[in-house]
């Protein structure tokens, strides 16, 4: 390994990009000639074919497949490493990308959110709410540093780093002057007939949700609107006679500032609880690396270090 000079690292990178050798050789400022050579010894190098061509250009061969992922994690741990430098040189700098669910949004992401900018306003920060399945996909893909959520079943064990920070129960939330609010619990049996609002399928507290729906002997197909925002999951209900389920935290936050109101469920359900997620083996650019300690300390100590 080497003796794979840079220069192939480079057209193996670009011609992931390109799928055309002519394309890779010009971003490379050589000719097509040279390039190929480059190919043919990095191929030697490793005794593996790395593209073969076909009527959409240059494919990745199964071995080239898996060198072109390796590839891409080198170039990307390059560039980290340009960032933490640029941030010891001039301060922290780069971009902040970060995954969350609704429910971790009030009490971890936003108050950390507002000192870390206090911190390091140089830095860029965007945050993508979602629920746990999508985000999760999205961290692996490396398109978030890191995830407040929860792992799914469909997630490979081993390949992420987990460190919980809170666990929560999901209540009935409903509008003031519900007919509900009348009653100190309800069961799952007298919702039947209820206009639901749900997450999509795969998320863990719609998981939750169906498994209790199935232990409570309910098979019906139920009147549900599937939508993983919370805001329209908030507009709807103010406005209608629907109910949903929502984290303890996230309905007390909706409570005070959207006059929601919890009604307590007979079988309590609780989640999993919410972590920071992160890929094993793969380092934290220095943005993310200053933050994630942050949510830590404010999961556990309620104060930001």
């Not at 170039?75 to 960032?83: A, T």
């Not at 830095?123 to 999205?138: F, K, P, R, Y």
């Not at 639901?196 to 139920?222: F, H, N, S, V």
């Not at 006679?241 to 007390?252: H, I, N």
Request: hydrophobic share 45%; proline share 6%; net charge positive.
């Amino acid at each position: 390994m080497l003796r794979l000079r840079t220069r192939q690292l480079l057209l193996i990178r670009l011609l992931d990009v390109e799928r055309n050798l002519g394309r890779a050789a010009a971003a490379l400022n050589i000719s097509q000639p040279a390039a190929t050579k480059l190919l043919q010894q990095a191929e030697e190098t490793l005794g593996v074919r790395l593209f073969q061509r076909s009527p959409r250009g240059m494919l990745p061969t199964t071995a080239g497949e898996v060198v072109v992922r390796y590839v891409r994690t080198l170039f990307s741990d390059f560039g980290l490493m340009r960032e933490e430098l640029a941030a010891l040189a001039s301060g922290l700098k780069g971009h902040l990308r970060i995954g969350s669910v609704p429910g971790a949004v009030p009490s971890l992401v936003a108050p950390a959110l507002i000192e870390y900018k206090r911190r390091h306003p140089n830095v860029q920060v965007s945050v993508i709410e979602d629920t746990s399945n999508v985000i999760v996909h999205l961290l692996a893909r490396g398109e978030v540093d890191l995830v407040l959520g929860r792992l799914t079943e469909e997630h490979v064990a081993g390949s992420y780093d987990v460190s919980p920070l809170s666990e929560d129960t999901q209540v009935l939330v409903v509008r003031q002057g519900h007919p509900l609010l009348q009653q100190s619990s309800v069961s799952l049996t007298e919702l039947i007939s209820a206009a639901w609002i749900m997450q999509p399928p795969g998320a863990p507290q719609r998981t939750r949700l169906d498994a209790a729906l199935r232990e409570a002997g309910i098979t019906r197909k139920l009147n549900i609107t599937e939508t993983s925002s919370t805001v329209l999951t908030t507009a709807l209900l103010q406005i209608s006679d629907m109910v949903a389920v929502m984290p303890t935290s996230l309905a007390r936050h909706y409570g005070r500032y959207a006059g929601l109101c919890t009604v307590p469920l007979n079988t309590p359900m609780r989640l999993p609880a919410i972590s920071l997620i992160t890929v094993t083996g793969r380092p934290l650019s220095a943005a993310a690396a200053h933050f994630a300690p942050m949510v830590r300390a404010l999961a556990q100590e309620g104060s930001l270090p």
